[in-house]
Antibody, heavy 117, light 111 residues
């Protein structure tokens, strides 16, 4: 069964850091570009970042550059998102997704990040 | 990066057809065939419904179809069913910034 499982979300204070993980199974993870997409409460989807199969090419939404870092470990079939200097507006459900052949599929179930004091 | 423009809501009765539009620019929708559509039910993850403007993944009903004209893409759902009630998002690649854009989402209500 194709599956992506995110973890690492939770409550963090403004200015704090958090590292999200996404573990893949059921497909050849190392063959996929991978992506993080977030969704603020009651809002739409926002593409955050993506990373090439070998991890050597990465792209970010302009508004997040410098605070978030995407990475991957193909040996562990895992994708990561290191989030620093978190702000209230970063509060969202964060989804990981495969970004293969110019579409997002599969998707994980999401992990909620809440930035609040 | 500005989001793609979708209507906030559309509605239709069971059995009817509806179309959701998604307007971008020549740098994204107008310049590439990398337009996809996602269905999201409340509290659930998005699900790929259409890719490359008009292609359906296996398992997606042929009641769902996509098209593009100029800078506007469209998703049409025919033979509306109660289970189609959900939020729908378009997505396109913007080559000038090597980024992906989502539309603001459209809430479909089946009356």
């Amino acid at each position: 069964e194709v599956q992506l499982v995110e973890s690492g979300g939770g409550l963090v204070q403004p200015g704090g850091s958090l590292r999200l993980s996404c573990e893949a199974s059921g497909f050849t993870f190392s063959s996929y570009w991978m992506t993080w997409v977030r969704q603020a409460p009651g809002k739409g989807l926002e593409w955050v970042a993506n990373i090439r199969q070998d991890g050597n090419e990465k792209y970010y939404v302009d508004s997040l550059k410098g605070r978030f870092t995407i990475s991957r470990d193909n040996a562990k079939n895992s994708l990561y998102l290191q989030m620093n200097s978190l702000r209230a507006e970063d509060t969202a459900v964060y989804y990981c997704a495969g970004n293969h052949n110019w579409r997002f599929d599969p998707w994980g179930q999401g992990t909620l990040v809440t930035v609040s004091s | 990066q500005s989001a793609l423009t979708q209507p906030a809501s559309v509605s239709g009765s069971p059995g009817q057809s509806i179309t959701i539009s998604c307007t971008g620019t020549s740098s994204d929708i107008g310049g590439y065939y990398y337009v996809s559509w996602y269905q999201q039910h409340p509290g659930k993850a998005p699900k790929l419904m259409i890719y490359d403007v008009s292609n359906r993944p296996s398992g997606v009903s042929n009641r769902f179809s996509g098209s593009k004209s100029g800078n506007t893409a469209s998703l049409t759902i025919s033979g509306l069913q109660a289970e189609d009630e959900a939020d729908y998002y378009c997505c396109a690649y913007r080559g000038t910034t090597l980024s992906w854009l989502f539309g603001g989402g459209t809430k479909l209500t089946v009356l």
